[in-house]
């Protein structure tokens, strides 16, 4: 298994361009995540998924769209790319259907520059 | 909604020593899950440890065990015999019914030769 992928591992953008931050999973995982990480900061979450069809704003939602088509992949969009919004971003994923919580397998991250 | 709060930025031990990282959190709900990852500079996040509320009993993982006081909202990690592989950054996280993981600001954890 490879766990989660995500591509690509760095990108620079400029100001105004849109890009798309791909994320795949192998494991059959219902549940997927996208964080973000500032520097010197914990993770923060933008965006989750409960399952295909289905996905909600986290913490900090402002300047990206997801959708979820499928249970393996989970793609974050920028859209009109910011300064605010560098940073390194994170997918994760975890199975969520007993009553033990199972913990969120993470993917490397994108380092995601905007000039 | 809950917070996660690390009060040590940055923490040093030498090899071999023993190092207590600090994670206390804020919370209304009685049943829920602490967790510790490690990131070191290659920027994975890798789980250390997880500590069920419900459990008087402490988490531990070979060189990794916790302290968790349920009352006083408190989960320490404990390094036992510091290892130089063991520098990196250490994230607290919490996770309630929501199944969203909240994290702390980290420590830098540096092992000195």
């Known amino acids: 298994n490879a766990g989660v992928t995500q591509t690509p591992k760095f990108r620079i953008l400029k100001i105004g361009q849109s890009m798309t931050l791909q994320c795949t999973q192998d494991?059959?995982?219902?549940?997927m995540y996208w964080y973000r990480q500032d520097p010197g900061m914990g993770l923060k979450l933008i965006y989750y998924s409960v399952g295909a069809g289905i996905t909600d704003k986290g913490e900090v939602p402002n300047g990206y769209n997801v959708s979820r088509s499928t249970t393996e992949d989970f793609p974050l969009r920028l859209e009109l790319a910011a300064p605010s919004q560098t940073s390194v971003y994170f997918c994760?994923?975890?199975?969520?259907?007993?009553?033990?919580?199972?913990?969120?397998?993470f993917g490397d991250g994108t380092r995601l520059s905007i000039l | 909604a809950q917070t996660v709060t690390q009060s040590q930025p940055e923490m040093s031990v030498q090899e071999a020593e023993t190092v207590t990282l600090s994670c206390t959190y804020d919370?209304?709900?009685?049943?829920?899950?602490l967790f510790w990852y490690k990131q070191p500079p290659s920027r994975q996040m890798i789980l250390v440890i997880r500590q069920e509320a419900y459990k008087q009993q402490n988490a531990t993982e070979n060189r990794f065990s916790v302290n968790f006081q349920k009352a006083a909202k408190s989960f320490s990690l404990k390094i036992s015999d510091s290892q130089l592989g063991d520098a990196a950054m250490y994230f607290c996280a919490f996770q309630g019914g929501s199944e969203k993981l909240v994290f702390g600001k980290g420590t830098k954890l540096t092992v000195n030769p």
């Open positions: 919370t209304s709900e009685s049943d829920y899950y």
């Open positions: 994760a994923s975890s199975y969520s259907g007993g009553v033990k919580v199972q913990p969120q397998h």
């Open positions: 494991m059959n995982h219902n549940y």
